[in-house]
């Protein structure tokens, strides 16, 4: 028997977020790598979302799905900006921009992700995959299977990406500035790997969870017109 909050996304978030574990003992990864994969993961939950407001509502969600890949693209691309100057010492990273009005939002973040990837240790794709199987996973179990696309909104959808880069991120470059200040030893890369893992965890229940109070004070309320209705 799991305890009820241990689902099947948790025990594969858990999992693809101890690859990295692996990358810091046998590739020797420092605090660059770690950070710029979890950047990464921006990416991931920007194509996730845009499929669940298509899913959600295919016509809305099409609408909803172009102004937020041009905000959300503009702001990962931004995001990845300064880590890539930062921590890797990057000289523009922005490349060539070409591209049209507000789509040079959306150029950016490609010219940013080729330059995250293209430094990037080798074996960084194998973390990377595991964390596209991991929301792969919630998608399908939570959206689908457990009902939250007929629970939420598309503004809620939507918004719901921004206030996890706000959280996350901040903890995990604050534990990253720590990291490096020390020099990056192996102990403390194991420890922000936990914190990561642990925040992680925690939005990811609170989010759903918050979601299932909402579907159950609605169903109330639904019930409770229903009797007043017949009465």
Request: charged share 10%; proline share 4%; with cysteine.
């Amino acid at each position: 028997m799991r305890p009820a909050n241990v689902t099947v996304p948790i025990i594969v978030l858990v999992m693809s977020n101890l690859v990295p574990v692996v990358g810091v003992l046998l590739w020797h990864w420092d605090v660059s790598a770690i950070v710029m994969l979890y950047w990464s993961e921006n990416l991931i939950i920007g194509a996730v979302t845009v499929m669940k407001m298509i899913a959600h509502s295919p016509i809305g969600g099409v609408f909803r799905s172009a102004f937020f890949i041009v905000h959300y693209g503009g702001f990962c691309a931004v995001h990845g900006l300064l880590l890539l100057s930062l921590l890797l010492h990057v000289n523009d990273p922005f490349g060539q921009l070409h591209w049209p009005f507000f789509f040079v939002f959306v150029e950016l973040l490609v010219n940013v992700t080729h330059k995250a990837f293209e430094v990037a240790p080798r074996e960084w794709i194998y973390a990377f995959l595991s964390l596209c199987v991991s929301h792969g996973v919630s998608l399908v179990y939570n959206f689908f299977i457990c009902g939250e696309r007929v629970r939420v909104s598309g503004q809620q959808l939507m918004a719901a990406p921004y206030s996890r880069i706000v959280v996350l991120h901040l903890a995990v470059l604050f534990g990253a500035w720590g990291v490096m200040l020390l020099n990056s030893p192996m102990p403390l890369l194991l420890l922000l790997i936990a914190g990561k893992i642990a925040l992680d965890v925690s939005a990811h229940i609170k989010e759903h969870r918050k979601l299932a109070q909402q579907a159950d004070h609605s169903a109330a309320q639904s019930a409770s017109k229903s009797v007043v209705a017949a009465q």
